[in-house]
Nanobody, 113 residues
Framework: QVQLVESGGGLVQSGGSLRLSCTASGQATMVNVLAWYRQAPGKEREGLGASRLDDDPTYADSVKGRLTISGDVAKNTMGLQMNNLTPDDTAVYYC???????WGQGTQVTVSS
C-alpha cells in the first residue's frame, strides 16, 4: 500500500507564497499520477492539478498561472508552489493517488487579509 503525507501548510499573508509537498511512502513504486485538491470551508473539494512525478503537470483552469506542480522522482515527492495567495485560497490541501482512494491527511493553508 501507499501512504501519502502532505506538509508545508501554514498561515501566510495575502500576496505571499507557500510551497506544499506530498511524499509517498510504502509501496511507492505503485505511485503513478498524483493529484492536488483543496477543500475550503463550506465548499466542495476542488481539483487543482495532477502529474506523474517525471512528467509535465496539468492544471485546472481556475489556478493556471498561480500554482506550479513539480515532481521529484528520487524523493517520491510532488510539490505545489503557490504564489500571490489570497484569502480565497484558504483551505485544506490534499494529495491523492489518481485512480485510487488513497488520500493524504491534508495540510491547512490559511491566508490572512
Amino acid at each position: 500500500q501507499v501512504q501519502l503525507v502532505e506538509s508545508g501548510g501554514g498561515l501566510v499573508q495575502s500576496g505571499g507564497s507557500l510551497r506544499l509537498s506530498c511524499t509517498a511512502s510504502g509501496q511507492a513504486t505503485m505511485v503513478n499520477v498524483l493529484a492536488w485538491y483543496r477543500q475550503a470551508p463550506g465548499k466542495e473539494r476542488e481539483g487543482l492539478g495532477a502529474s506523474r512525478l517525471d512528467d509535465d503537470p496539468t492544471y485546472a483552469d481556475s489556478v493556471k498561472g498561480r500554482l506550479t506542480i513539480s515532481g521529484d522522482v528520487a524523493k517520491n515527492t510532488m510539490g505545489l508552489q503557490m504564489n500571490n495567495l489570497t484569502p480565497d485560497d484558504t483551505a485544506v490541501y490534499y494529495c491523492k493517488m489518481a485512480g485510487t482512494n488513497c488520500w493524504g491527511q491534508g495540510t491547512q493553508v490559511t491566508v490572512s487579509s
